[in-house]
């Protein structure tokens, strides 16, 4: 089992930057693809970005990318979603996610939510204008 928590989210000004968080326990994150999706209120949840269990291949969504970028850090289990220049059409629930990696294989990440295992509660990100 992983357990998944997000920290780091809040209120931030369109145009400021933020970082988000995501530690695991349980186990140790190498095995995993992470993901970050977000769900704003009234709609589903939607991908946001992926990374590879080494940190070799990230992809994102076409709403953030060149403004959001996804890193991990597997020495301290973690895995960071930096959002600069956030809009408030940004403002959501973000969770991040685990999926493991022999299941995805070939593919080294995912942006399909059923292929996610472990899931974090959530953390708010309000972006005011």
């Known amino acids: 089992q992983v357990q998944l928590v997000e920290s780091g989210g809040g209120l931030v000004h369109g145009g400021g930057s933020l970082r988000l968080s995501c530690a695991a326990s349980?186990?140790?994150?190498?095995?995993?693809?992470m993901g970050w999706f977000r769900q704003a209120p009234g709609k589903e949840r939607e991908f946001v970005a992926a990374?590879?269990?080494?940190?070799?291949?990230?992809y994102y969504a076409d709403s953030v990318k060149g403004r959001f970028t996804i890193s991990r850090d597997n020495a301290k289990n973690t895995v960071y979603l930096q959002m600069n220049s956030p809009k408030p059409e940004d403002t959501a629930v973000y969770y991040c996610?685990?999926?493991?990696?022999?299941?995805?294989?070939?593919?080294?990440?995912?942006?399909?939510?059923?292929?996610?295992?472990?899931w974090g509660q959530g953390t708010q990100v309000t972006v005011s204008s």
């Open positions: 996610a685990a999926a493991e990696t022999a299941a995805l294989f070939p593919r080294t990440w995912s942006s399909r939510q059923y292929d996610y295992d472990y």
């Open positions: 349980g186990r140790t994150l190498n095995s995993y693809a």
């Open positions: 990374i590879s269990r080494r940190g070799g291949n990230t």
